[in-house]
């Protein structure tokens, strides 16, 4: 397909994404709900269909060498497929937010103001070989009344047509506006950048995936984006933390899903306890298949360790990999996460009242903790139900970005003739 | 100055702020307050040093023949300078938006999780030559705990690096950080293309003036910016209006100050009552002195004026001109209003219930009127205060920027040792 074509193609279903939306943001809750359950069924219903397209997908896939890991990622099955139906499913039962008064208020001269929440528009998702990333991101933006642009990695390109084919019939079956639910089927990578730049019809660009792909987004578009993903955490045991709690946390926080972004990549602690605690914590992280890196000091304790150096410092390693750095106090390991974090999530272990209340306050992180695992930054963990990702920028929407996060509001005024002197 | 010399003041700069954005995030509210007074005073005990430098900018202006609306603005006088040290007091009694606890929550398994608002961080103002901006964006930067990097128009280059070498001493000696009030002093246009693509230290860009500067930024930034300003705002006088209310509303929304973005440029006629409101309407605008220019229909019964083209449609005339067009009922209003307005604000003159409610839901702005002038899109008016521009984008804001919307929020999360099963 040549440079204009694609262009074209986005385009094209960029001016329907945006009639869509007008049609959308109106659309009755139970409709909605209806399209939900449709798309649920229909998902489980042609799970054959799915799963040749899928085939086509992993036989490519094979012959391209892709790691282990990225084959996992693409593969369908029955079973994953009836999880992704569920999710759909699990979205009819939170609230709409669409049409929520956030507030109003009546002011001196009369006027009645009120805050009522819309739907952003249209949203273009661009994302890597995840096929389920197609039907969250569909469900979660159908459900708050925007309309989709997906853009999946061209791996999942047989597989991302069947879904949206599949899902978008449903939807429109249930009367969803054509255009509600689209995805770009040319897999030139200038579809990207035509995205990025494409003010007119997208609302808001979210990119889910790698720190490669985040970056190249934010780096490039022009459309407002949501970054999100990227966790850089740390966990900082503090020298008044009860150690056995912060042995549960760090274990938990780094092995518990450690390919997720609120996992923890980098431990820092207390000089003054770190000759009782590294051994305590090394041990159970050992056990758990972690390998461990450390800085100088924490190598003449736990001498057996690679050297941690300032790239792993700087790396989200995403595995069973942990760098580790002895601080000389809390300054020091706010300075490192000042340096080194991206701004997720980051938790501190102590009993001290006046240091918690400090580290709460000088972390610039969407979520910062007290004797709690990072692993708890997630729509669900926070009672938000389904999330699109979890923002680490400030702009709109930081954490998990939940339903609320996909909506914006208007101001709604009613008068009775009121002029301005 | 040559680009090399460009890029390394506004990183300079940018680094700065970005270090004075840490401690400003912790300024106590009464340090912020006291700097903003000193402010005010120092801005007044100072005036003569401001005026010699605005002269030296008003002659540069004169002889490039600037225009006599851009002369003025550029005018600093002892009573304008005033009024800026007026704002800054006012801002005082603002309540200071960093460190509310939004809302917080407690989850099954025990974990409290709070949504504490924080500041942006460092926000970058591009703007042109009014130098009354360098003060209301400094006074709020400041009051909502973030720094500020100021980028004026050239013309204004003299009298602005004498307010901020005036007012970034008077926040420095209440205790405010070194950095928090910067104005970048080349003037050469490459400081911008820096600005645009500062992700690593600018959280935010908010550009105010003219269309043509907002969409330079718009188009080019990668750092995320707020849309601000450009308002083509329609009033639509429906068929069921009290047409007395409705020529309060139009003249108020077209005269009371039309060189602003919330006054009316298109005014939408229901064809019904046309003949009897046209007339009406027509008399008192061109009392106030506004040009009226009309569709086809319009001219067949205001004969005298001019005929109003696509282009005037889409115009901001942000004078005294007014569009005039018939439509044939609501629904074409709504359409026209989706073709050419700016989403920032609309209104229906109507005593319809169903309409009423019909034209708040359908309208994509960020503020929709029943039955009040447009001009109320407004900090003050809103009851917030001070504002650092009108949003038209869906992110984060939309409508009158108070204090609250330059700020976003952590979550703030207190556990006893929760982890992750």
Redesign the interface.
């Known amino acids: 397909m040549n440079k204009m074509n694609v262009q074209a193609e986005v385009q094209l279903k960029g001016q329907k994404a945006k009639e869509a939306a007008?049609k959308l943001?109106?659309l009755p809750t139970d409709v909605k709900n209806k399209a939900l359950l449709n798309m649920a069924k229909l998902l489980e219903e042609r799970t054959e269909e799915i799963i040749a397209a899928n085939e086509i997908d992993m036989d490519a896939a094979r012959k391209k060498n892709l790691s282990k890991a990225l084959l996992d990622r693409l593969l369908l099955t029955p079973e994953r497929i009836s999880d992704m139906a569920e999710g759909l499913r699990a979205l009819v039962a939170l609230p709409d937010p669409v049409g929520e008064i956030i507030s109003m208020?009546t002011?001196p001269n009369g006027?009645q103001?009120g805050k009522?929440r819309?739907p952003?528009?249209v949203v273009g998702i661009i994302y890597e070989a995840r096929p389920n990333v197609t039907v969250d991101a569909a469900g979660l933006c159908l459900k708050t009344g925007n309309a989709v642009i997906l853009r999946g990695g061209s791996e999942a390109i047989n597989s991302n047509t069947a879904i949206v084919r599949i899902i978008s019939q449903a939807a429109e079956n249930a009367g969803v506006p054509e255009g509600a639910i689209q995805l770009i089927e040319t897999t030139d990578r200038e579809a990207v950048n035509v995205m990025l730049?494409a003010?007119d019809f997208l609302?808001?660009l979210i990119p889910r995936g790698g720190a490669g792909l985040i970056q190249t987004v934010?780096?490039?578009?022009?459309v407002?984006?949501?970054e999100t993903g990227v966790g850089n955490c740390h966990v900082y045991v503090d020298d008044e933390a009860?150690l056995e709690?912060a042995t549960?946390?760090v274990?938990?926080?780094k092995t518990?899903r450690p390919g997720v972004c609120n996992a923890m990549e980098t431990l820092l602690v207390h000089e003054a306890v770190a000759e009782k605690f590294l051994p305590m914590v090394a041990r159970r992280l050992e056990e758990a298949g972690v390998e461990l890196r450390g800085c100088e000091k924490t190598r003449r304790i736990l001498t057996q360790i690679q050297v941690a150096t300032k790239e792993d410092w700087a790396t989200e390693y995403l595995d069973l990999i942990l760098a580790i750095k002895v601080v000389k106090d809390m300054q020091e390991a706010i300075e490192h996460i000042?340096n080194y974090g991206t701004k997720h999530s980051e938790a501190i272990v102590t009993n001290n009242y006046q240091r918690a209340r400090d580290f709460?306050?000088?972390v610039?992180?969407?979520?910062?903790?007290?004797?709690?695992?990072t692993?708890?930054?997630d729509g669900y963990?926070?009672?938000f139900g389904a999330e699109i990702g979890i923002s680490t920028?400030?702009?709109?929407a930081?954490?998990p970005m939940g339903p609320k996060e996909l909506t914006?509001?208007?101001?709604?005024?009613?008068?009775?003739?009121?002029?301005?002197?």
């Open positions: 007008r943001a109106s208020w002011r006027l103001i009522m819309v952003l528009g730049k003010n609302d808001v934010v780096n490039n578009a022009t407002p984006v949501i009860d709690m549960d946390i274990v938990n926080a518990q000042h709460l306050q000088s610039d992180a969407a979520a910062v903790y007290v004797n709690a695992s692993r708890f930054t963990q926070y009672g920028q400030k702009l709109h930081r954490g914006t509001f208007k101001y709604i005024i009613f008068g009775n003739g009121q002029i301005r002197t």
